[in-house]
């Protein structure tokens, strides 16, 4: 089955830097890429998606890109704000997952004011 | 709009008892239902997913079961609770398998004593 991992488990950045995280990806087949934000207590939401016949996708400060080759997906957020202070998670789904999520550990991102 | 409600939102339950955890989606038809547990507040494991109704598959084996007795009901249930059965339980709905948007409900916390 699909395997996916994160990086880095936590990230701090000081308020208006940019945050990257990245996830990796075994099955080649996988063809949808989520990322969700959950904060303390809360159910994960989901945040910015991507499929797997666009290489990058944007909404406002936070961007995703897809590399099919090298099997790996990254989150950007720029001009990083407090309330981006959260656990984020990538997954990945389709192929021989098909209709399943799997998910990354999880980042913990904490913006410093 | 589509909403999904769980519950109940918190319970404690001494270790050998019975456990049954409710999740039903309004605002759309044959959804796809999904039971993920998550401890220590990091990493979803996918427990069951439903592609209908009486159609359960179960990802790993477990001291829990699931049931969709109606199109847009799922219940998570067991006999009697171990105390690695504590954790956050997030019940998940999508409408398309494979390359659907995944939505969470509020969760439930279950602290097993």
């Known amino acids: 089955g699909e395997n996916v991992e994160q990086h880095p488990s936590t990230l701090s950045v000081q308020e208006g830097d940019s945050a990257v995280i990245k996830c990796t990806y075994s099955d080649s087949a996988s063809n949808y890429f989520p990322w969700y934000k959950q904060e303390l207590g809360k159910r994960p939401q989901l945040i910015i998606d991507i499929r797997s016949n666009v290489g990058e996708k944007k909404d406002q400060r936070i961007a995703v890109t897809l590399n099919k080759t090298a099997k790996h997906f990254s989150l950007h957020i720029t001009e990083t704000q407090p309330e981006d202070s959260a656990v984020y998670f990538c997954?990945?789904?389709?192929?021989?997952?098909?209709?399943?999520?799997?998910f990354g550990q999880g980042t913990i991102l904490t913006v410093h004011p | 709009s589509q909403t999904i409600h769980q519950w109940p939102a918190t319970l404690v339950q001494p270790v050998g008892s019975p456990l049954s955890l409710e999740c039903t989606v309004e605002g759309t038809s044959n959804p796809n239902l999904y039971w993920y547990r998550q401890a220590a507040g990091r990493g979803l494991q996918l427990l069951f997913y439903?592609?209908?109704?009486?159609?359960i598959s179960s990802e790993v084996p477990q001291n829990l079961s699931a049931s969709r007795p109606q199109d847009r009901q799922f219940i998570l249930s067991s006999k009697k609770l171990l105390l690695s059965d504590s954790g956050f339980y997030l019940c998940?709905?999508?409408?398309?398998?494979?390359?659907?948007?995944?939505?969470f409900g509020p969760g439930t916390r279950l602290t097993v004593t």
């Open positions: 997954a990945a789904s389709g192929g021989t997952s098909y209709g399943k999520l799997t």
């Open positions: 439903s592609v209908g109704i009486g159609q």
């Open positions: 998940a709905w999508s409408v398309l398998a494979g390359e659907g948007e995944q939505y």
